[in-house]
């Protein structure tokens, strides 16, 4: 049985609807701090630094995998920093301790390009690098990762994690990311033909489409345990663009699309994280590789979004 907790968010609702195609509906049981529309049962409301009610929702269902994706994202940590935290690190500690004593079996848990800050090597960012982050979700993933490998390493732990870098998709809204722009840029195109941006032009940042991003975690998670050499959490790569970039991409299908630049508070945050990401110790311990490069995310961004909001 598996248990997602945060199956309300962005990752969430995708991760759900994938793993219960793959396994049946009642195998996955959904949980979240609230009632999320369209979400089937099994469904248990949990929030998750609730570390008792998480482990009556366990016993219940004799779940044996869970997918921790609660957390509060870059932005929003920044206006709420002790509950960023806390929530952020408690609710890690609830499952590993689940693993630790072998109540649950298997544990993914997102980390993040976050981890890094402004004195990491900004292209092509290694596995193994600098790591100072400075905002508090980053710090706070940071510290999250030291301490899967340290459950991995001193109490044989199967935690898996990968360093999401910002995920783009049709299905779900992101909420509270710095790189939320890149899903919000293709609804304002379709919706209102032109976008605002709250990053500057020339931001790199490193992005991945959906899609791609669910199958790593599942391809992850389903590799044999010793292919798994990394048990803080694996760099993942796919695209790295630049507002101004994705713009022309969306405007290769929409000619006419205009972007205006207003840079606020997320800009800092963008700078501190690198351009491009090293990813090839996924790609040799258990075979990642993207599917989706800017131009085909982009056309198939907009044939969905078309779809969903009714537009030809
Ligand atoms: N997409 C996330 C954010 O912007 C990074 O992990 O917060």
């Known amino acids: 049985m598996i248990l997602i907790i945060g199956a309300g968010g962005q990752v969430g609702q995708e991760l759900t609807a994938n793993l219960r195609e793959k ?35 366990v016993d219940k269902y004799g779940v044996k995998e ?10 929003t940590a920044e206006k709420q920093i002790k509950f960023a935290w806390e929530l952020n690190m408690q609710s890690l500690f609830h499952v ?11 544990i993914f848990w997102p980390s993040s390009i976050a981890v890094f800050g402004p004195t990491t090597p900004k292209q092509n960012t290694p596995q193994e690098t600098v790591t100072e982050p400075t905002t508090v979700y980053g710090i706070s993933k940071l510290a999250g990762e030291r301490w899967c490998e340290y459950y991995a390493k001193k109490f044989g732990v199967d935690v898996r994690s990968i360093r999401y870098p ?22 304002q195109a379709l919706e209102n033909g032109s976008y605002e941006c709250f990053l500057e032009e020339g931001t790199y940042l490193p992005m991945m489409y959906m899609e791609d991003a669910i199958r790593a975690t599942i391809e992850l998670m389903e590799a044999a345990p010793e292919k798994i050499k990394v048990r803080s959490s694996y760099n993942l ?3 790295s663009f630049s507002p101004k970039e994705v713009a022309e991409s969306i405007q290769r299908e929409i000619p006419d699309f205009t972007i205006s630049y207003a840079p606020d508070f997320r800009q800092k945050i963008a700078e501190s994280w690198p351009q491009s990401i090293n990813d090839s110790k996924a790609r040799e311990d258990w075979n990642w ?9 982009s056309s198939d961004m907009l044939l969905h979004l078309k779809a969903q909001k009714g537009l030809k």
């Open 96 to 106: 590993l301790e689940l693993a630790k004593e072998k109540v649950i079996d298997k």
């Open 66 to 75: 869970v997918y921790h994706l609660a957390a509060l994202l870059s932005a």
């Open 237 to 239: 790569s796919a695209i």
């Open 289 to 297: 590789k993207e599917n989706y490069n800017l131009d085909k995310m």
């Open 23 to 57: 396994h049946g509906r009642d195998k996955v049981v959904a949980s979240d701090i609230r009632e999320i529309e369209g979400l089937d049962a099994p469904f248990e409301k949990l929030d998750a630094m609730d570390g008792s009610r998480l482990r009556e929702i």
């Open 166 to 187: 910002g995920l783009i998709g049709y299905k779900t809204m992101p909420g509270g990311g710095t790189t939320d722009y890149a899903v919000d840029i293709y609804h």
